[in-house]
C-alpha cells in the first residue's frame, strides 16, 4: 500500500513538471524564434508481485514515472515581416551562430533580432543578449566603414537536433551526439523580417487539459492510499 502512495505522489510531481513545460511554451508564444519543447516520460523500476522462487512472473508493479528530458520541435515557422533594419529569418533549416565576447562559447539560435553594439570603434552585429553574430567564415559581423556589413550572416546546421541544450533566450548549445556544425551553403534568409513562434496553441490547450486530467487522478490515488492504510491502523488498534 506504500508502493501505492509513493507511486501516485511520483506521478503528480512528474505531472506537475509537465505542467511547467507547457507554460513555458504559453509564456512564449509570442516571442520570435522559440521553439516548444514537450516532456519525455519514462517508467521508473519494475518488480515482480508473488515472486517468491526469484522466476520471473506474469504479475508486475511499477514505482511511478519520471520526465526524462524535454524535447524541443526545431521545425521552421513563418516569418512575418518587421521593418527591422538588421532582423532576418531563416526560411529553412538551420542556425544562426553566435560568439559570447565574455566566455567565448558559442551558441545557437533562430532568433534573428539582431543590431549593432559599439565596442571601441568598432559596431558589432549582436542579438538581443550581447552575443556576437558570426558570418559564414564563422568571424564576428562588424559594420564598415560604408555602412554595410563585413560578411555574410551565417547559418549553421547539425547532422542530429535531438539533445542540443538549451541556455534559455532562444538560445542552444550542441551535445557530442549533435556533431559538428556545417555551413549550409545557399541558405535563404529574409531580411526585415522575424521567425514566429513556433507554440500551437490548440496542441498546447489539450496537452494542458490531458495533463490536468492526470494530474487530478494521481491526487485521487493518493488519496485513496491514504484512506485504506487509515482504515487498515485502525481496524490493527
Not at 512575418?80 to 531563416?90: A, K, L, P
Not at 547559418?155 to 537536433?161: K, P, R
Not at 507554440?199 to 491526487?219: C, F, M
Amino acid at each position: 500500500m506504500y508502493t501505492s502512495f509513493y507511486t501516485a505522489a511520483r506521478g503528480a510531481i512528474e505531472e506537475q513538471r509537465k505542467m511547467d513545460v507547457i507554460a513555458n511554451n504559453f509564456a512564449s508564444v509570442n516571442n520570435y524564434g522559440y521553439k516548444p519543447k514537450s516532456a519525455v516520460f519514462s517508467d521508473l523500476m519494475y518488480y515482480n508481485l508473488n515472486n517468491y522462487t526469484g522466476e520471473d512472473t506474469p504479475l508486475k508493479a511499477g514505482v511511478g514515472i519520471v520526465v526524462e528530458k524535454t524535447n524541443t520541435k526545431f521545425d521552421p515557422t513563418v516569418p512575418t515581416t518587421t521593418g527591422g533594419e538588421y532582423d532576418y529569418s531563416i526560411l529553412e533549416d538551420g542556425f544562426f551562430m553566435l560568439l559570447s565576447p565574455v566566455t567565448g562559447e558559442v551558441s545557437y539560435t533562430r532568433n534573428g533580432h539582431f543590431s549593432l553594439s559599439q565596442r571601441g570603434d568598432v559596431f558589432y552585429l549582436v542579438n538581443d543578449n550581447g552575443n556576437l553574430v558570426l558570418d559564414e567564415n564563422q568571424n564576428p559581423i562588424i559594420q564598415e566603414a560604408d555602412g554595410e556589413l563585413s560578411g555574410e550572416i551565417g547559418v549553421y546546421g547539425f547532422n542530429i537536433l535531438d539533445g542540443m541544450l538549451s541556455k534559455g533566450n532562444n538560445e542552444f548549445t550542441p551535445v557530442a551526439k549533435n556533431g559538428d556544425p556545417y555551413l549550409i551553403r545557399g541558405a535563404r534568409l529574409v531580411d526585415h523580417s522575424l521567425e514566429m513562434s513556433g507554440v500551437d496553441t490548440a496542441d498546447e490547450i489539450s496537452k494542458l487539459i490531458e495533463t490536468q486530467r492526470a494530474y487530478s487522478y494521481a491526487l485521487k490515488m493518493v488519496q485513496t492510499s491514504d484512506e485504506v492504510m487509515t482504515t487498515i491502523n485502525g481496524l490493527r488498534s
